[in-house]
């Protein structure tokens, strides 16, 4: 039987990460990435793509992660969407001991190894 893919929003200012973890997620087979280097723009490609999952940069220009977090929750179409936290302002470890929660959202750090990102966006879109 064929697996389900399932559709991946990166929201990130940084062009070259959100290529390389489009990359390293679509490898699997198991997921569709789509990136969008604003939140703005992010904000319009989830209310047009509805995808399972947002990867949300923390700080970028112009619109916060928490400011485009907080216009997708607001938005009853799009409220649904889960959404972690993809930062460098944290490291692996730090994520690691705060078991990736930090202020009730989940985070990941930018640093993480592949398997470990696969895993941690497979147990969200359990959830």
Known sequence: MREIVKKILIIDDEDDLCQLTKLRLEKTGKFEVLTSAGGTQGIKLAK??????????????????????????????????????FTVIVSEKEVRDSKGMIGGREFIAKSIKSEELIRRI??????
């Open 48 to 85: 047009e793509k509805h995808p399972d999952l947002i990867l949300l940069d923390v700080l970028m220009p112009l619109m916060s992660g928490p400011e485009v977090a907080e216009c997708l929750l607001k938005d009853p179409a799009i409220n649904d969407i889960a959404i972690i936290f």
């Open 122 to 127: 497979e147990k969200a879109l359990e959830e």
